[in-house]
């Protein structure tokens, strides 16, 4: 069969690399604005500033507190020297000269793991910290924790909905494609139907022959995807970063749905429709 139709052989395989290209590419797209979105949730900061004349003991022993929150990333405690300097730092003036007194108070900073950089986790570290006595008020960036939160659910919407779509506009193609080369043997079809051949048996030979092309596509798109992550390497290092197991649940994945739709239209077809 592969011999005398070779033209719908290789229009499946080709639509078969086509399909395992965009599977590894929605990998790679998702595992990089997941990454950057880690970054982005391991720079939000929250300020815990801490009432004046509070015992420095107590300062030390809320920051021990918050070290254990599981939530809870990086803590550190900023004096009200340090603050003066990052001030300076930051205007590129003396403090001295614009203030009589020191306006900087102690307080203490910290920074979320990021699984757990969402609006429920914070408010509620944020409602548990408005219990203890010595904290005067907490302070964060509302606008970008706002945009944060958003775009993680943007992210994740956004993923899943291009991967789905490029999906299914391949699978739709691979349908077309595998069902022409059903039809082109009609006289088959109907001397096997007339002999009273059950439609697995005259659908079987046509389900391997796209098996065959699928897998054949498949491990090419797989080798085309190596240089081309090489070549991205050089200006993105983090592609090399991608788990083996995700790539292969690509592949598998395309594997399944094509050997799938093959089966179907093949079905399909050999029931008259």
């Not at 956004?158 to 789905?164: I, P």
């Not at 043997?185 to 059950?198: R, Y």
């Not at 995807?225 to 197991?245: E, N």
């Not at 179907?264 to 077809?269: K, Q, R």
């Amino acid at each position: 069969m592969i011999s005398k139709r070779k033209v719908p052989f290789f229009r499946i395989v080709l639509i078969a690399i086509i399909l395992t290209l965009s599977a590894v590419w929605a990998v790679t797209a998702y595992e990089g604005l997941m990454k950057e979105q880690d970054r982005l949730a391991s720079n939000f900061e929250i300020s815990v500033i801490i009432k004046k004349n509070t015992d420095t003991l107590r300062i030390v022993s809320l920051s021990e507190s918050l070290k254990k929150y599981q939530q809870i990333r990086t803590v550190k405690i900023i004096s009200p020297a340090l603050a003066s300097i990052e001030f300076e730092k930051e205007l590129g003036e003396d403090t001295g000269i614009l203030f009589n007194e020191s306006p900087f108070q102690w307080s203490i900073a910290f920074t979320m793991e990021p699984e757990y950089c969402n609006h429920e986790t914070v408010s509620a570290i944020l409602d548990d910290l408005q219990s203890k006595s010595i904290i005067e008020q907490t302070v964060f960036n509302d606008k970008a924790a706002g945009a944060l939160f958003a775009r993680s659910t943007m992210v994740l919407t956004l993923g899943l909905a291009g991967a789905t779509g490029i999906v299914i506009l391949f699978l739709g193609f691979l349908s077309y494609v595998f069902r022409a080369e059903l039809l082109q043997s009609p006289a088959e079809w109907f001397i096997l139907q007339t002999l009273g051949a059950g439609r697995m048996f005259i659908a079987l030979p046509h389900v391997l022959f796209a098996a065959c092309a699928c897998l054949t596509g498949i491990a090419l798109g797989g080798l085309l995807a190596i240089p081309i992550q090489l070549a991205f390497s050089s200006t993105q290092s983090w592609v090399m970063d991608i788990p083996f197991g995700m790539i292969m649940t690509a592949h598998a994945f395309v594997g399944l749905l094509s050997l799938s739709t093959a089966i179907i239209t093949a079905f399909t077809v050999s029931k008259g429709k």
